[in-house]
């Protein structure tokens, strides 16, 4: 769990952060603070959790706080989260994938017949012979 405290910024600023972390970590909570002196101007959650209650619940609680306490956020926050936090399955992207096309997958396997048939030729033509490397030993 985090806490990202922005002083003097807007709201957009928790959605670059968002866009910037790309959703932060499967198992992070992440609360961005706005803040204007003291008072808390808005809330967001950043979070890969199904349960989108308690992301919705959290930031308005800690809206309706009005004043910035980090105490009372974290107390809130370590009481409030880890019972209901739910870890997202990345087994739910399993429809997610890079599919190469034809013409990719023919030059990949051009390119790399033609590497083999280099180093073939290099390693049959090679006339190094390995007793002349004995006396190194």
């Not at 992070?28 to 959650?45: A, S, Y």
């Not at 890969?48 to 956020?73: F, G, P, Q, S, V």
């Amino acid at each position: 769990m985090m806490i990202l405290v922005f002083k003097d910024q807007p709201l957009e600023a928790g959605f670059f952060q968002e866009a910037y972390w790309k959703g932060g970590n499967k198992n992070e909570f992440i609360v961005c603070i706005g803040t204007k002196g003291d008072d808390i101007t808005w809330t967001k959650v950043i979070s890969w959790t199904n349960e989108e209650e308690l992301k919705i619940r959290t930031a308005r609680e800690i809206k309706e706080m009005k004043k910035l306490d980090l105490m009372k956020i974290v107390e809130y926050i370590g009481f409030n989260v880890p019972e209901r936090f739910i870890r997202k399955e990345f087994k739910d992207f399993n429809y997610l994938a890079v599919r190469p096309t034809n013409r990719a997958t023919m030059i990949t396997f051009f390119i790399t017949l033609l590497v083999t048939v280099i180093i073939s030729v290099v390693v049959v033509k090679n006339e190094l012979e390995f007793s002349s490397y004995n006396n190194y030993n």
